[in-house]
């Protein structure tokens, strides 16, 4: 995978600074689909260092437990 010096072209530059707010944070599409989106974005350097992201949902996880969620995720 290129480095962050060696992205082509088509890769494109990392995006602006911003949060996502994603409702439904605890659910099957975040974790199916979502995260591991965000995670290939993040591994491609395509994410800005000061993204950030604000998980909503009606199950209340603590952030560690939020953080585990997402870790199992990826792995998955």
Same mark, same amino acid.
């Given at each position: 995978? &290129?480095?962050s010096?060696? =992205? ?6 990392p995006?602006d ?14 974790g =199916?689909? #979502?995260? &591991?989106?965000l !995670?290939? #974005? +993040?591994? +491609?350097?395509?994410l800005? @260092?000061?993204?950030?992201v604000v998980?909503v ?10 953080? @585990? =969620?997402? !870790?199992?995720?990826?792995k +998955?």
């Amino acid at each position: 995978m &290129p480095t962050s010096d060696e =992205r082509t072209e088509e890769q494109g530059r990392p995006g602006d600074p911003c949060v996502m707010v994603i409702f439904g944070a605890a659910g099957d599409l975040t974790g =199916r689909m #979502l995260i &591991p989106a965000l !995670y290939n #974005l +993040a591994r +491609a350097g395509l994410l800005s @260092k000061e993204f950030a992201v604000v998980g909503v949902a009606r199950t209340q996880l603590s952030n560690d437990d939020f953080r @585990k =969620r997402v !870790y199992d995720d990826i792995k +998955a």
